[in-house]
């Protein structure tokens, strides 16, 4: 079993959204960082640079993380895409020069064979300067995730935002106890407490963080995340559900989600 929960830093909660009002509602009700993007029906793209321009005018109390991509569909880019995307990582680095919290940037690439673009993954850590960087769900499309993992977090990627489901058997077991890996198997949910598990013990030691995601919310929440798979950073949206009554002042977030997750992550 791994290391007790009570003994590691705080968890860490992320939000994701397209909308400034949402953005500063998920800050308001305790998201530690927001991921920024635009149009979240297709997976999220590269939102508008004047809109990240808005939010970091009235942005408190969290860090931001704002989506690089070029497009909708697969990851599989070609060279006028990455010189793309590796232009509006600059064009924000002019805008959050002086932001007065932590912005980073959410890339990602991966070949038509289902490995790592690591020419891409290069450009986009050097467009960023000394920027953190998180790869996104990309990685769950992934071959040998292990393996990519240990890669990019030797190539000064900060964390990687997964659900680990990509993540073989062969690799998870044995690093979360047999109860645990059991419900695992058993329990129909959008991320894999073990696969999640087996990465976060691979890169350990290489200052990597897995970012945990996969339909988490309050109902779809296992404790072992903490307890035994030792995951210090979750990812999630807070939409409205369909006939709430939504506060327009919130954008697309509902506060009370991220309140809940706030205080089980506490």
């Known amino acids: 079993m791994r290391q007790a929960a009570a003994t590691l830093p705080r968890p860490l909660l992320e939000i994701c959204v397209e909308d400034v009002p949402g953005a500063l509602a998920a800050a308001r009700a305790g998201a530690d960082r927001i991921e920024y993007c635009a149009n979240l029906e297709v997976g999220g793209v590269t939102p508008p640079v004047e809109e990240v321009r ?6 408190e109390g969290a860090d931001l993380q704002i989506l690089i991509r070029s497009r909708e569909g697969n990851f599989v ?8 995307m590796c232009a509006q990582i600059s064009d924000f680095e002019q805008v959050t020069a002086d932001a007065p919290v932590t912005v980073g940037y959410v890339v990602g690439a991966i070949t038509a064979e289902g490995q ?16 953190p960087l998180t790869f996104h769900r990309a990685f769950d499309e992934l071959s040998d995730p292990i393996a990519a993992a240990v890669w990019l977090a030797e190539h000064g990627y900060n964390r990687i935002l997964t659900t680990g489901l990509g993540v073989p058997q062969t690799s998870a077991a044995g690093v979360v106890s047999a109860a645990a890996a059991h419900a695992d198997q058993i329990v129909e949910r959008g991320y894999s ?26 109902e779809t929440w296992d404790k072992d995340l903490l307890a035994e798979a030792a995951l210090r950073e979750f990812h999630l949206r807070a939409p409205w559900a369909e006939g ?16 809940v997750m706030r205080k089980i992550l506490s």
């Open 54 to 59: 808005e939010l970091l005018g009235q942005l």
């Open 77 to 84: 880019y070609s060279e006028a895409e990455i010189e793309q």
């Open 193 to 218: 407490l073990s696969g999640l598990a087996a990465l976060q013990k691979a890169v350990d030691q290489l200052g990597l963080r897995i970012l945990a995601s996969g339909g988490l919310r309050p």
């Open 116 to 131: 790592l673009d690591k020419v891409a993954c290069e450009r986009f850590r050097a467009a960023a300067a000394g920027k």
């Open 244 to 259: 709430e009554a939504a506060d327009p002042a919130s954008g697309g977030v509902n506060p009370a989600v991220v309140r």
